[in-house]
């Protein structure tokens, strides 16, 4: 077996939560926090937004080190993506297929090109972001998202991971919130949008 294919097979979730805990324990030991949403802000701070805004009048410097995660996310996305990527599509629940089936959501049999069975193309592509739906979706959505996560303190990531393994209160607020969120969108807003 090669190199390619051995990091390509499935893992099993515990490497993925023991790459957490050492993670977390590194940042917890020097004094450091974990979130995407944080990298934004100091973009937004090397961009000059803080001349204009307030909030974004930060030291960027701090967060140098979650700049390079984020670069690194991004080519390690990349990489997962082009060399490492399965040909089968996305494994899917029987019952989840046919719950995206009754709301008109297709699920790809077949991988053939990047993105395919990752994410629904008939409801996120360029086309449908002239229609409401499209709108609601993806503009929406985004706003939504970014809005969120600077109220509510940080992204999920943030909360869910670095907040909840520093004992923070607030962050098991946010979490329940966003399974709550995740649930009503799920199970009621959802169908309501794809309907349109």
């Not at 917890?28 to 974004?56: D, L, N, P, T, W």
């Not at 499209?134 to 600077?150: E, N, S």
């Amino acid at each position: 077996m090669s190199f390619i294919e051995f990091i390509s097979q499935p893992w099993h979730w515990s490497i993925s939560g023991a790459m957490i805990v050492l993670v977390m324990y590194l940042l917890i030991y020097f004094g450091q926090k974990f979130g995407v949403s944080s990298s934004f802000e100091a973009i937004c701070s090397i961009g000059g937004a803080g001349r204009k805004i307030k909030y974004f009048n930060v030291d960027w410097r701090r967060q140098d080190w979650l700049l390079t995660f984020l670069v690194g996310s991004i080519i390690g996305g990349g990489i997962a993506s082009t060399l490492l990527a399965s040909p089968e599509p996305v494994t899917i629940s029987e019952a989840t297929v046919n719950d995206l089936l009754a709301i008109g959501v297709i699920v790809p049999q077949v991988e053939k090109t990047a993105g395919v069975g990752f994410i629904p193309l008939e409801l996120f592509n360029f086309e449908s972001l002239l229609t409401i739906k499209g709108i609601i979706l993806m503009v929406g959505g985004g706003f939504l998202i970014g809005f969120g996560t600077r109220w509510a303190g940080g992204c999920t990531s943030g909360h869910a991971i670095s907040g909840l393994a520093n004992l923070q209160l607030p962050s098991l607020v946010a979490v329940i919130g966003f399974f709550i969120g995740g649930l009503i969108v799920t199970h009621f807003l959802l169908p309501i949008i794809l309907s349109l």
